[in-house]
């Protein structure tokens, strides 16, 4: 891990120390994901600081072999390096805590609240871009929306292979102490070049880009869908639902202990108060909610802070709907809240794709440079990203108690035998079968 | 990083489940460190599975090599294993959130809550292990007391060179990215071995046992003693202190947000007060008072969330307590108060000590032993250790803000520019002179 | 890198310290391939520790989790632990020095060497396994020929993934510095089990795996295959040959100076003539050519020692035939003699194939096992493995002197540059072209 | 390990594939430890091409944060970089194989043959320097002989802290699988920086220059003074004394099997004849001798071919020189010739020290700056290089055959039992007794 964090200019020096990008240290980069692989403690902090610290040497790499004034057409300009810079560490500056589910309950969206938090004249963040230039925090905005003028900028922070990518990827194996998710960013690295249309690498570099398109797919498959921490995603979605409900008919019990929410479950919040959240407030407010009265949000919150994961397995959507309906109602039959207690919940994700015209999610495809300066597209040459090129990858899972499954858990047993018997033989080999 | 914990009883699984044992998830294992060492955001939950699997593979090689049935008195009786993984596992369960500073304020103390935590039958801890026989909490506890009848069994758990000690540095150089910390914890294991006494290391790794000590001085001045850590530690003691002060003033303000911190406010707090608190409920709290009106509170809440350190010179404790004098008048004049902004601050270690029989605090010496049998006190054959045997390793600093040095921060410069320069010619080198 | 090597049986200490396995020091790993990856200089020596630890280690885990008295049929019965691991120790003790070049010219077999070397009661090696028991060297060699009763010995020694693909696998990408071949041995370990019909890994485990053909993939054509290795293994070819011939018309020159290569160049070798052999043996008498008359042997010896590769590209075998010859008399148009200067090499190998029974190859399909017992062959459920199975990979390449396309190289540029002009312009991206 | 080199000056490539160079890759780094530690296979030539990247590294900080045009005097000027980096890549150019032992033997001498290699008109070598300008094959060999003007420019390849000892102690680390060489290189580059009078680190990074110190105390008590491989330096020494004895009496077997090492026998070489060797041809010769009829070259060709090391204990040298005559005389006694059966061997080195005005060896002492400028010697500020500094580290050993101690080597034992009786009740715990 480069654990190093080389800082040349005053002005990032600023931006870390600012509030709103200290906050990130308060979040967890990988969410749930630490309650499954316990080394994963890891924040959006570093991660920002690993996204700048790569972008960092591709600026020194494209500055001593491709800048402008060797290459001409199509090279670095190195007057790009401090904007790069810039929207390299403040890339994720609008997340939040637990953001996938958080955003999902609560209806935010951290890729606006980032330019947002960049473009606010009253953050810290806004008036140290600003004393560089007027409309320079503008400026570094439009990099993270894609809208800048420079490709080569744009796609060194966001492209299939861009800085942020192969930071959260080598970060995230370090952590969780898998092997799958290393590949050979030295050697990327070295391939790594600018050309007029944005960033491309050497065709000599073939099998690293490569391997980082598998590590990729081995990181999604491994560690990002593994079912355990989705189960835990599960039970915050329906806790984080549980309190919007029972805040319409008691609203107190909020305004007391959990005053930072009670914009968001007024579905009135402002930016300031978004940044007042993180890990750390959730919590502790689920650790107060272990108090409240009502039964669903007091178990669901000691489920999530005492990770009491649901257990699920593999179905298919297609032709198990009705499959599904049985096993709600035995669940239901023992004595759980189907709605609270059971989810079906599907990860998908394409570890690459080419440009697809008539898709209406463009990517900007990988492509290799020859010798003679043809460019070519990564899948064309490499049969392991051919078979993984506009693939999903992921899978759908039926999650319900433990209780169903573990009669060690269960005081009622002999009340229940049928239904476990029933629900049980239902499961072979980790799906669900007829 | 030993990532992969092999766990082969349900009563370690189930104490790793227990509620008591999850919420050291949210303690953080070097406290303000990680605000110096950005990787180092483990948990106190990663060590203690840590330590955990040090202890078993030491049960297995005594066990394999060292049976009591294969070499007699002195040997290993493998009837031990479960009370050793235990309390090797359990080992820290009393920690607190940043728990030297919390225990300096509020006078709580983590070894013996860690004792109440094992032994109170409330506890989901007592009921996993009561399971296993009516007194083995007990005996449990009694390991982590050092009253345990089994000499090997407190030693590996607790001695100059114990399954926590090596967890701790090897993880935390792993996790701040330093070398030092690193020993060869493999050849240790080849080496180690049980005799009626406790626990001794074959001759033939002497060297191994010295690099071990000198990567614990290593951690201790390189990592542990940080100045910037330290004046984190500085701000969060001031910022409690204050919230006692306040508190007896204002009790509302805090009954209303800070609810699971009254207790401790109130001088008056039980077990399970203390097992609701964690990182997450201190730094929500500092959230909250940033919102009140005194404005120490306010204003230390604000410089502990958002990593505003003090700076700090070395300084002679002998001699130059009147110039400290000084120099906090000097603070004063600035608008600062000293009792919140300034202070000194002492850390100091003994990387290892050998057995003195006028010493107060009793160690465990090191012990090798030669192919005969003989044991041969660690000092006595390492220069590099005689050389660190009984010396306190540390420095005293005296800590105030950052703005009496860095005068980008001042907006009263002119005002206070005398000032400014007769407190910075008092610094030199990074220390205090006359 | 399991640097660490644990032996627990006097026999396989005996092993290692007899004379032909000694031997093996003497010989690298991965020949040629050491004079493009500098770091690659280790030999067949530690590659066959690696392999009888890795299998030790599986033992241990059979023997541990699966052993038949605890699952029955199909379980592991530690009987055959002590013939697995000589059988893993020993498997390679039959080759010399740059064996694939060296096996080519002169028609030994490893192979079959190995299997002579184990059962000639000459040998150190025969003594110390017919010291266990009479017979037992017959049966160790059957191991390695696939003959012995037990398949799941045969599996850890020799299948798709065995002890010694997945030893050299990690300590070529450990030496070569790459990051291709890493896999997780660890996960590999925690899956791998023992069943009636050989060995299998548990479903859970099947990324693992999969991950690991990847890895075998990637050092292929990364590693093994690479251009300028193939290039030294050209020259050293071509430089034996050259030796057979002009052996034929002057055996003086050889007999003083190059005695222990007589029998080789005779055609007439024994078991004892080939165990004398070593690189070093080579390079020493390629050393003494330096100083023979025929200009041919001298300047491939020089070329050899001092790593001068000949240049190549790509070609296709199909269609550019009567193109090559067009090269290969242009090359000889400039002084260069087409027989020792060019030639056609192919690398091709599968890194994965199921059972075929149609083919001339049978392999050992891996199979994957779900919690029922059912096995399914492994790219029945791994795309990637699907997209390489059956895939032989590789490439062919025309190689030639590296003066046809650097002119600083040749002194008489003037005199052929028409000839080098023609000789480019069929040279475009690495490949050969009309 | 820093596997990736960068070369951006064609000379430098020329240099590496000179032939002089490329014989390095025949030559191993560590001699005989790599019978000690099977992994220690690499050589010369990867070390060489280490330091080459250090130095490299080294100049590339020196030119950004500290060229003379920024700082002024005292600071580097860049156009020291090729010689520099020249140096540093040729440094151990003249060593030979097995270079302790041999130039013991024959009387060579690697400095000097280093300064010739460089200097010689005829070499590849010196063509290459010369092309850059006349005379700089002499200012390269000037700073491998420390006469060059520029301090900063010897220090970097020669010093107590140099671009060498990093390398060497971190490869052999990496190579030998220890964890003690390892120091944070890293850190050491961040704080190393030019002066007037040589290269000095800021004091900020002093505890990675005392662990550097640290690392190479550990490694050569470790692995270079490692008993087993001086015990095969012994017997190498042995056997090429015998060879030089035999020789006198029959040149005619050296003559035909041995042709390279006969000017070594002479006493009469050549550098040319010095470039022709490499471990290789000692092992072929060795392979050679198996066959002639003097019984101690054969046994000693054959004992170090196939590592059949001697054994040993630690003796005092003061007190027990006549202890060692009855040793002598027991070994003596049981039929081995104790002149080129036993021997004393003595590992000495000086881990580091401060300048002594009194000492005939002059060391350049490390220095680190304070902010103000201020130099200040090392072993001042920290205690454990104060503990080693001018202490010689090593031990003493008598070396005899392990026939003496390991009685099932014996075919004789009952004859002689009583001399080996005698003889093992002086050695106790590894050491000689009365």
Same mark, same amino acid.
């Given at each position: 891990m480069h654990q190093y964090i080389h800082v040349q200019h005053q002005v990032i020096l600023d931006l870390i120390d600012s509030k709103e990008f200290q906050r990130l240290r308060r979040i967890k980069q990988l969410g749930t994901a630490s309650l499954t692989f316990h080394g994963a403690e890891h924040s959006r902090f570093s991660h920002s600081l690993g996204v700048y610290e790569i972008s960092r040497r591709i600026c020194d790499i494209f500055h001593r072999n491709y800048s402008v004034e060797k290459i001409g057409t199509g090279g670095w300009d190195d007057g790009e390096r401090l904007i790069t810079l810039c929207a390299a560490l403040l890339h994720d500056v609008g997340h939040g805590p637990y953001s996938h589910t958080f955003e999902h309950i609560f209806q935010t969206n951290h890729e606006?609240?980032?330019?947002?938090?960049?473009?606010?004249?009253?953050?810290?963040? =806004? @008036?140290?871009?600003?004393? $560089?230039?007027?409309?320079?925090?503008?400026?570094?905005?439009? *990099? %993270?929306?894609?809208?800048?003028?420079?490709?080569?900028?744009?796609?060194?922070?966001?492209?299939?292979?861009?800085?942020?990518?192969?930071?959260?990827?080598?970060?995230?194996?370090?952590?969780?102490?898998?092997?799958?998710?290393?590949?050979?960013?030295?050697?990327?690295?070295?391939?790594?070049?600018?050309?007029?249309?944005?960033?491309?690498?050497?065709?000599?570099?073939?099998?690293?880009?490569?391997?980082?398109?598998?590590?990729? =797919? @081995?990181?999604?498959?491994? $560690?990002?869908?593994?079912?355990?921490?989705?189960?835990?995603? *599960? %039970?915050?979605?329906?806790?984080?639902?549980?309190?919007?409900?029972?805040?319409?008919?008691?609203?107190?019990?909020?305004?007391?202990?959990?005053?930072?929410?009670?914009?968001?479950?007024?579905?009135?919040?402002?930016?300031?108060d978004y940044l007042r959240l993180d890990d750390g407030v959730l919590n502790t407010y689920f650790n107060h909610w272990l108090d409240e009265s009502d039964s669903l949000l007091k178990d669901l919150s000691y489920r999530f802070l005492n990770r009491k994961p649901l257990k699920s397995c593999r179905f298919d959507k297609q032709n198990q709907e009705k499959l599904l309906q049985t096993m709600r109602s035995l669940v239901e039959k023992t004595g759980f809240n189907p709605t609270y207690y059971t989810a079906v919940h599907s990860s998908f994700d394409l570890p690459y794709d080419f440009y697809r015209p008539e898709s209406n999610k463009q990517r900007t495809q990988i492509e290799l440079q020859e010798k003679d300066g043809t460019l070519v597209e990564l899948s064309k040459v490499s049969q392991l990203v051919e078979a993984l090129a506009g693939q999903g990858q992921g899978d759908q899972r039926f999650y319900f108690p433990k209780e169903m499954v573990d009669f060690s858990l269960q005081d009622n047993y002999d009340l229940f035998s049928e239904t476990y018997k029933q629900f049980n033989a239902h499961i072979h080999n980790g799906a669900l079968i007829e």
């Open positions: 606006a609240l980032t330019v947002q938090i960049i473009c606010s004249p009253k953050t810290e963040i =806004y @008036q140290i871009l600003n004393r $560089v230039e007027a409309g320079f925090p503008e400026k570094v905005a439009s *990099v %993270i929306q894609k809208k800048y003028p420079n490709p080569q900028v744009i796609q060194m922070i966001s492209s299939q292979i861009d800085a942020d990518r192969m930071d959260y990827l080598l970060r995230d194996a370090y952590f969780t102490g898998t092997e799958y998710g290393t590949f050979d960013l030295t050697r990327i690295l070295q391939v790594i070049r600018p050309y007029q249309g944005g960033i491309t690498f050497g065709m000599n570099g073939m099998h690293a880009v490569e391997d980082y398109i598998v590590s990729r =797919y @081995q990181m999604y498959v491994q $560690v990002y869908f593994h079912p355990t921490s989705r189960a835990m995603e *599960v %039970i915050l979605e329906h806790l984080l639902q549980r309190a919007k409900e029972v805040y319409l008919e008691n609203k107190e019990i909020f305004s007391n202990h959990s005053p930072l929410l009670i914009p968001f479950l007024e579905n009135h919040f402002t930016m300031d």
